[in-house]
């Protein structure tokens, strides 16, 4: 919940669904003053991965409508929120390592992902085989997450 609610504040803030990712980082960090700069960029991923945001030319949009979310007054988060990383992140972070911008991944596991009409992780798992890297351990736990969820 708290990240979701982290999440929404930046959108709530400004009264839209999407921004443009410096805006959303400046929200938290310099408005908010909850997370560094770098942090919220780490946000970006975590929530990017847990599905409750879409990266869209240089925009972060909510996945979900953040307006129905309910942030008390005295709400911090906690940094552990950053800690989660996805199957999504974990496949993002290997595939970066074998040599692909991050960017260019994200934004082509996105288009895959819509072109496939399959989950992020589930793009991110051919994504990543697609440039020969593994993604065993990585397709087996998105396995899984399809299973819980249905």
């Known amino acids: 919940m708290s990240l979701r609610s982290a999440v929404a504040a930046p959108f709530q803030q400004k009264g839209r669904e999407s921004m443009p990712e410096s805006e959303f980082v400046v929200a938290l960090s310099l408005d908010r003053d909850w997370f560094s700069p770098d942090q919220a960029e780490r946000l970006i991923d975590v929530a990017t991965g847990q599905g409750l945001l879409d990266r869209e030319d240089g925009e972060v949009v909510a996945a979900f409508d953040p307006s129905e ?51 992020i992780e589930a793009a991110a798992v051919v994504y990543a085989r697609r440039r020969g890297v593994d993604a065993g351990a990585e397709a087996a736990e998105a396995r899984e997450e399809l299973k819980s969820q249905g």
Do not use: Y
């Open 69 to 119: 979310v309910e942030i008390p007054e005295e709400f911090v988060p906690d940094e552990s929120i950053l800690q989660e990383q996805s199957t999504f992140e974990k496949l993002l972070d290997k595939v970066v390592s074998a040599g692909t911008d991050k960017q260019t991944a994200v934004a082509e596991i996105n288009d895959l992902q819509g072109r496939l009409g399959v989950t």
